[in-house]
T-cell receptor, first 114, second 116 residues
Framework: GAGVSQSPSNKVTEKGKDVELRCDPI?????LYWYRQRLGQGLEFLIY????????KSGLPSDRFSAERTGESVSTLTIQRTQQEDSAVYLC????????????FGSGTRLTVV | AQSVTQLDSQVPVFEEAPVELRCNYS??????LFWYVQYPNQGLQLLLK??????LVKGINGFEAEFNKSQTSFHLRKPSVHISDTAEYFC??????????????FGTGTRLTIIP
């Protein structure tokens, strides 16, 4: 596609439920990143994919968070047993391997845990 | 590992006045530097980037930034701001060596408010 697509754009969930967030990167972009932006704060790195492997998961805040990627395509970020502190905007970005300056960000998924 | 410091969390500026948003970084390796803008309820948009070469980088919407290696700074400037510049501005760095995962490390952001 022309840009990075994320769905849903907004998600309201009850505390304790599981949620799945989706990211469709730009076609051909082998590198994919997930970030979290809490209200009034900067972006926190969560996880990096190169193809379908995740060499850097260092930013995942707990074992309730997991992510997977199918080939060099769609990625899903899953949060189990959501807590109120998980409320944030989750942003996805992709880029071509080797072009470590050409990041394209999606519009994000705003997650609200009530 | 890299880190980014944006000392000013909020900057109010009168319309048509100049502005400077400060960014300092720390890194043990060479870096690329970026400024992103986030308008209300929108995603991140790249303003400008420094990869190599001239230390003065020009971006969109009349913004420019200067890379100062000795001071490890990458301050963003605009000579005359407009109401439409009201937004959150993020400074970011990434490893330029080609051996890392090239993730972006962001500062905490500066909220620029233009006063009519």
């Amino acid at each position: 596609g022309a840009g990075v697509s994320q769905s849903p754009s907004n998600k309201v969930t009850e505390k304790g439920k599981d949620v799945e967030l989706r990211c469709d990167p730009i076609s051909g972009h082998t590198a994919l990143y997930w970030y979290r932006q809490r209200l009034g704060q900067g972006l926190e790195f969560l996880i990096y994919f190169q193809g379908n492997s995740a060499p850097d998961k260092s930013g995942l805040p707990s074992d309730r968070f997991s992510a997977e990627r199918t080939g060099e395509s769609v990625s899903t970020l899953t949060i189990q047993r959501t807590q109120q502190e998980d409320s944030a905007v989750y942003l996805c970005a992709s880029r071509l391997k080797g072009q470590n300056y050409g990041y394209t960000f999606g519009s994000g998924t705003r997650l609200t845990v009530v | 590992a890299q880190s980014v410091t944006q000392l000013d969390s909020q900057v109010p500026v009168f319309e048509e006045a100049p502005v400077e948003l400060r960014c300092n970084y720390s890194s043990s390796v060479s870096v690329y530097l970026f400024w992103y803008v986030q308008y209300p309820n929108q995603g991140l948009q790249l303003l400008l980037k420094y990869l190599s070469g001239s230390t003065l980088v020009k971006g969109i919407n009349g913004f420019e930034a200067e890379f100062n290696k000795s001071q490890t700074s990458f301050h963003l400037r605009k000579p005359s701001v407009h109401i439409s510049d009201t937004a959150e501005y993020f400074c970011a760095v990434s490893d330029s060596t080609g051996f890392g995962n090239e993730k972006l490390t962001f500062g905490t952001g500066t909220r620029l408010t233009i006063i009519p």
